[in-house]
């Protein structure tokens, strides 16, 4: 009876002994810190990359949109600049009729009388020019300004000369801004204005 029971008290304690061994195993290490969680320190870093980077992102786009903003402003500009000079173009058309009409308003009485003055700046030689009668070039040239317009805009005889058989005039016009800002930013009226000139010749040595 007596090593029965030391075989039972001996078995009792081994199974206490394995009971405590897989507690302790079962209980996490406190003395390891834990890997899922992050440290103040690296909390702390990812706050100031974070800042630094919104900075970041906001400076950039503010510099984005000043540069977008400039280079449509500068779009705007070169379209209303080459539309002053198509409309420049066109007034230069409109003058050139005009003062075509002009230089062909002959005087007769000098004509037939062969007070025709003779021209030696050509390369060509002496040219005769036909002479023309100044107070009915000036008409005709009115009268041809009077009748024309630039895009809806009269047109402005600003000068006028006839001397030595030629005829030389300044004309101008406003004509609207192609693109027009608000609240009287930039130019709402262009000024456009042109000098034309013209003579006839009727040809060599007589």
């Not at 025709?116 to 009915?136: H, K, N």
């Not at 006028?160 to 800002?181: E, Q, Y």
Request: hydrophobic content about 40%.
């Amino acid at each position: 009876m007596i090593p029965e029971f030391a075989s039972s008290k001996q078995s009792e304690g081994q199974f206490s002994s394995s009971a405590s061994e897989v507690f302790l195993q079962s209980q996490p290490s406190q003395s390891q810190p834990s890997q899922s969680q992050p440290s103040q320190s690296q909390r702390s870093h990812s706050a100031k990359f974070l800042s630094a980077l919104a900075n970041e992102c906001g400076s950039l786009s503010i510099l984005i949109f000043t540069l977008f903003f400039l280079l449509l402003l500068s779009a705007f500009v070169t379209a209303d600049a080459s539309d002053a000079f198509l409309a420049k173009r066109e007034l230069v058309g409109v003058g050139e009729m005009a003062i075509t009409r002009a230089a062909h308003q002959i005087s007769m009485e000098r004509y037939y009388s062969g007070n025709i003055m003779m021209d030696t700046s050509g390369a060509d030689g002496p040219l005769f020019r036909v002479p023309i009668d100044c107070d009915a070039a000036f008409s005709a040239f009115n009268l041809e300004i009077d009748g024309s317009n630039l895009r809806g805009s009269p047109i402005i005889v600003d000068s006028w000369n006839c001397a030595s058989d030629g005829v030389k005039a300044t004309i101008s016009s406003m004509v609207p801004a192609l693109i027009r800002f608000p609240l009287g930013i930039g130019i709402s009226i262009n000024h456009v204005s042109s000098t034309i000139g013209a003579t006839s010749i009727i040809g060599g040595s007589r």
